[in-house]
């Protein structure tokens, strides 16, 4: 048996208890009943169970939403430009996110998809040692994409 402070009180009988959290003016709350002797504990039902809803609160909004980012590449970038675009992925891998990475096809470029695998997969072999693909590359119209999350 413990009591609202914390303190233990002892092994009682069940009327014991009751009687004693009857005195208090609380409830009796059974704890660990597969324990031998079972737990229980004195205790305000109704404050216990705000303070558990406020709790569960908390921990929701401190939890981090992992979002799902995006970064598009057009077929014909440049090395500069990849390789600043591809600092930003990092950056979005380290604060946990996944990331969308999209190659977009323009006009007549559709006639070259195995381009667009080719840069893809150059993409992914620099990103390797930071990330892992969840999804393979899939064509979704003009789109051809890959999502990754960080190790």
């Known amino acids: 048996m413990v009591d609202?402070?914390?303190e233990q009180l002892g092994i009682m009988t069940r009327e014991?208890?009751?009687k004693a959290a009857?005195?208090?003016g609380v409830d009796l709350v059974e704890i660990s009943p597969n324990a031998n002797p079972p737990v229980a504990k004195i205790i305000d039902w109704g404050k216990?169970?705000?303070q558990k809803m406020?709790?569960?609160q908390k921990n929701?909004?401190?939890a981090k939403s992992s979002e799902l980012k995006q970064m598009r590449f057009g077929l014909k970038i440049g090395s500069g430009d990849l390789d600043i675009k591809l600092r930003k992925v990092r950056s979005f891998l380290e604060a946990g996110h996944k990331v969308k990475i999209m190659i977009f096809?323009?006009?007549r470029e559709m006639a070259h998809k195995e381009l667009g695998y080719v840069l893809i997969e150059k993409i992914a072999s620099k990103l390797e040692e930071d990330a892992i693909v969840e999804q393979k590359p899939q064509m979704a119209g003009r789109?051809?994409?890959i999502v990754i999350r960080s190790k």
């Open 4 to 6: 609202s402070n914390g």
């Open 54 to 56: 406020k709790e569960q």
């Open 60 to 62: 929701r909004k401190n």
């Open 22 to 24: 009857e005195d208090a």
């Open 48 to 50: 216990y169970q705000y």
């Open 105 to 107: 096809f323009r006009g």
């Open 16 to 18: 014991e208890a009751l």
């Open 143 to 145: 789109n051809l994409s």
